[in-house]
T-cell receptor, first 114, second 110 residues
Framework: GAGVSQSPSNKVTEKGKDVELRCDPISGHTALYWYRQSLGQGLEFLIYFQGNSAPDKSGLPSDRFSAERTGGSVSTLTIQRTQQEDSAVYLC????????????FGQGTRLTVV | GDSVTQMEGPVTLSEEAFLTINCTYTATGYPSLFWYVQYPGEGLQLLLKATKADDKGSNKGFEATYRKETTSFHLEKGSVQVSDSAVYFCALIGNTPLVFGKGTRLSVIA
């Protein structure tokens, strides 16, 4: 596709359930980021995939959060045993490698835990 | 680790007013600096960037100058329009992946 695609766009889940959020980056982009956007909290970095290097997981808030990137393309963010505080918009971005390259963002997945 | 601090919002201005949104950073080395914008109902998009000291990024009438001596990258526009109403994020890439400030919401009223 022409841009970064995220699915689903909205997800309502019950507390304690697991959820999977998907990101399709722009073709050829070797860098992929996940962020969480909560009201009043800005953009919280979660995880960064850079080519074939080990991902930077330093932003994951707990071991309930994990992410993988298969074949250097599609990425899945998994949240296990969801809690109400996990409710937020989860944003994915992709870019070419390099310190001055533009990151292109998807529209996000709005997660609501009830 | 590297971090970005930007002024708290919201900021409300009248059309044609001068805009400044302050951004300072903490980083080792020489980061690249960015301003991203999120218009209502849209995804984040790059507004402008600067990759070395004294560089000036500009786009859509907005400007920001990379000031190493003050570790700042303040966003300015001489005459804002209603269509500039959005949330503005300062960001950097240094020794860490792309790191954002908390965002500043700007509302411009006619």
């Amino acid at each position: 596709g022409a841009g970064v695609s995220q699915s689903p766009s909205n997800k309502v889940t019950e507390k304690g359930k697991d959820v999977e959020l998907r990101c399709d980056p722009i073709s050829g982009h070797t860098a992929l980021y996940w962020y969480r956007q909560s009201l009043g909290q800005g953009l919280e970095f979660l995880i960064y995939f850079q080519g074939n290097s080990a991902p930077d997981k330093s932003g994951l808030p707990s071991d309930r959060f994990s992410a993988e990137r298969t074949g250097g393309s599609v990425s899945t963010l998994t949240i296990q045993r969801t809690q109400q505080e996990d409710s937020a918009v989860y944003l994915c971005a992709s870019s070419l490698l390099g310190p001055d390259t533009e990151a292109f963002f998807g529209q996000g997945t709005r997660l609501t835990v009830v | 680790g590297d971090s970005v601090t930007q002024m708290e919002g919201p900021v409300t201005l009248s059309e044609e007013a001068f805009l400044t949104i302050n951004c300072t950073y903490t980083a080792t080395g020489y980061p690249s600096l960015f301003w991203y914008v999120q218009y209502p109902g849209e995804g984040l998009q790059l507004l402008l960037k600067a990759t070395k000291a004294d560089d000036k990024g500009s786009n859509k009438g907005f400007e920001a100058t990379y000031r190493k001596e003050t570790t700042s990258f303040h966003l300015e526009k001489g005459s804002v329009q209603v269509s500039d109403s959005a949330v503005y994020f300062c960001a950097l890439i240094g020794n860490t992946p792309l790191v954002f400030g908390k965002g500043t919401r700007l509302s411009v009223i006619a």
